[in-house]
């Protein structure tokens, strides 16, 4: 990095003595810039920031376009942080076997209640401009770590993977009384609405290709985390960025680990391209 350049230059070269150097009071961090006067775009796509992540064989093909967020946006998700690590245990326990307790009300107590958080972000988003509204019903997931300032958007059309859907699913539940493993059943459910109904209705290889798509999930949620966490540029986190996945696609053939790993290793590389074009 920059700073460990310097330090070497001035121990080596000038000062000539041992120095010793603080954490940084600001940590650093890695977002893209807007300007007239840019570079062409590295996409293949002729769209800036817009890439097609192909597996070997072309088994499964991800669109993913990216774009700024909303200032307004940015500020908001990273004064929630607090807020979105309280919702994330609340999914991760959701989707566990209900050993563990509910989150501490204590703690949830002297943070944003669930709908107001969605609310709120929902009304920054639309208010930012017509390309934004209704996206807080797409949010599939924040990062890195699952509560940044980063948005990866689904745009393919799939109700399963939207966080607000599976928020307000489990603060329903728990306001019922309902037991933990009976919030994780419905979360189950939930995901399975995935499946259309014309799948249900017979068309068996429609509903095996939509199954094998949501197995895929975690390993596209996988790459983006991997993606926001360490930036292309000095593998610092990045701030302020929305990952748009408009089309996953698999094609028809025999499925193989190889392809299961794509997800994983291609989404991340993919997020790290769309960054730098």
Request: hydrophobic share 35%; proline share 3%; charged share 25%.
């Amino acid at each position: 990095m920059d700073d460990q350049r310097c330090l070497k230059d001035l121990r080596e070269r000038f000062a000539k003595c041992g120095i010793s150097a603080s954490e940084a009071i600001v940590p650093f961090r890695e977002t893209a810039v807007k300007a007239a006067d840019m570079n062409p775009s590295k996409s293949t796509e002729g769209v800036r920031g817009k890439f097609i992540g192909t597996s070997v064989g072309s088994f499964v093909t991800v669109t993913v376009q990216s774009a700024l967020l909303p200032e307004a946006v940015v500020d908001f998700l990273q004064h929630a942080a607090s807020t979105l690590q309280t919702l994330h245990d609340q999914d991760r326990q959701a989707q566990s076997d209900g050993s563990r307790d509910d989150v501490s009300t204590d703690r949830t107590a002297q943070l944003m209640k669930p709908a107001d958080f969605w609310n709120k972000l929902s009304s920054l988003l639309d208010e930012a401009g017509p390309e934004w509204k209704g996206t807080a019903d797409q949010i599939w997931a924040f990062g890195p770590k699952r509560i940044g300032p980063n948005l990866l958007i689904d745009k393919t059309g799939s109700s399963a993977r939207g966080l607000r859907a599976k928020s307000q699913l489990i603060s329903e539940a728990q306001a019922q009384g309902k037991t933990a493993a009976e919030v994780a059943d419905l979360v189950t459910q939930l995901k399975q609405a995935n499946i259309s109904e014309d799948a249900l209705d017979g068309q068996i290889e429609e509903k095996a290709s939509q199954r094998l798509l949501s197995e895929f999930d975690n390993n596209i949620e996988t790459g983006f985390q991997l993606a926001t966490y360490r930036g292309p540029l000095c593998a610092e986190p990045v701030i302020g960025m929305a990952y748009i996945v408009e089309k996953i696609e698999i094609s028809k053939g025999e499925e193989n680990d190889d392809t299961r790993k794509f997800c994983l290793s291609s989404h991340d590389e993919d997020s790290r391209l769309i960054f730098k074009s």
